[in-house]
């Protein structure tokens, strides 16, 4: 089992910057990408940035050019950079962590709150 505990949500005015972490602990050799995503109410679940254990990043196309993925090997966690957020930003974001099947685990999910 792989446990992942998010930190960093919270409110924040349009315009501003917010940064997430996932911290991993557990079987993380299992783990060979961890990423970002984040459910709205009413919408489906959506991809927000990932990255591999090699470096390589992947980010949806809302928030290219704002969001930067980065990761920390040493202390096994992964951050979010959130920077020029919008109203539509809002939603419960979901860290994951993934090594194929059937390993795929989530996060409890933190709240990011965008007030225009």
């Known amino acids: 089992q792989v446990q992942l505990v998010e930190s960093g949500g919270g409110l924040v005015q349009a315009g501003g910057s917010l940064r997430l972490s996932c911290a991993a602990s557990?079987?993380?050799?299992?783990?060979?990408?961890m990423g970002w995503y984040r459910q709205a109410p009413g919408k489906q679940r959506e991809l927000v940035a990932a990255?591999?254990?090699?470096?390589?990043?992947n980010y949806g196309d809302s928030v290219k050019g704002r969001f930067t993925i980065s990761g920390d090997t040493a202390k096994n966690t992964v951050y979010l950079q959130m920077n020029a957020l919008k109203p539509e930003d809002t939603a419960v974001y979901y860290c994951n962590a993934a090594g194929g099947w059937p390993y795929n685990y989530w996060g409890q999910g933190t709240q990011v709150t965008v007030s225009s």
């Open positions: 557990g079987s993380i050799f299992r783990i060979n990408a």
């Open positions: 990255i591999t254990s090699g470096g390589s990043t």
